[in-house]
């Protein structure tokens, strides 16, 4: 969903110290970051940590925030660092030897959901499987183009990529997202 930036005056006064102006900052921006950074975590507890790290850098940040940039590429930008910080340390995690259980030999509740809503349930995880399975380049260029409706130009200024280099991106993910949740799709019809 595509949003309007917020008021220069409210960017202008949260860079001078107004909290009250950085929580109406927080309050337009909250949810599309959080959406943004989900898409790539797929942990909605994580996500909103991440979330949370990325509005505090932000307001730690505002100073920086050069005039003529659209706050939410800002906003975004950090987010994207977030999350990569946020993937490289699980990776060093990862590799450490754990004694807890693994989360896949959890108990799950037996709690059944209705069939529509079930069914929208599992398309919607077939969707974030196929979209965990993109490199994060694509990944990246599809969640802020489809989910966030952001331009290339913005985009680039997220990601420091190319336009051109975004738009060969967005057509592979979309072409490697249509090829693994065809059979999803299919199977249902």
């Not at 420091?160 to 738009?167: E, F, M, N």
Request: proline share 3%; hydrophobic share 40%.
């Amino acid at each position: 969903m595509a949003f309007a930036e917020i008021a220069p005056g409210v960017v202008m006064r949260a860079k001078g110290g107004d909290e009250e102006a950085f929580h109406l900052i927080f309050n337009r921006y909250g949810r599309p970051v959080l959406s943004f950074i989900n898409n790539h975590v797929r942990n909605r507890e994580l996500a909103e940590e991440l979330a949370q790290e990325t509005f505090v850098r932000a307001y730690r940040n505002l100073g920086g925030l050069k005039d003529e940039m659209r706050l939410s590429t800002w906003l975004f930008g950090i987010a994207r660092n977030v999350v990569r910080e946020s993937v490289r340390q699980t990776r060093k995690d990862e590799r450490k030897v754990g004694l807890d259980e693994p989360e896949s030999l959890k108990l799950e509740s037996g709690f059944v959901l209705p069939e529509g809503k079930m069914l929208d349930q599992e398309l919607t995880e077939t969707i974030h499987r196929a979209l965990a399975e993109l490199d994060d380049d694509k990944r990246i260029v599809f969640s802020l183009k489809i989910f966030h409706e952001k331009s290339y130009e913005e985009i680039s200024a997220i990601t420091g990529h190319s336009i051109g280099k975004l738009k060969t991106d967005l057509h592979r993910a979309r072409a490697e997202m249509r090829k693994m949740i065809t059979p999803y799709l299919a199977a249902q019809m």
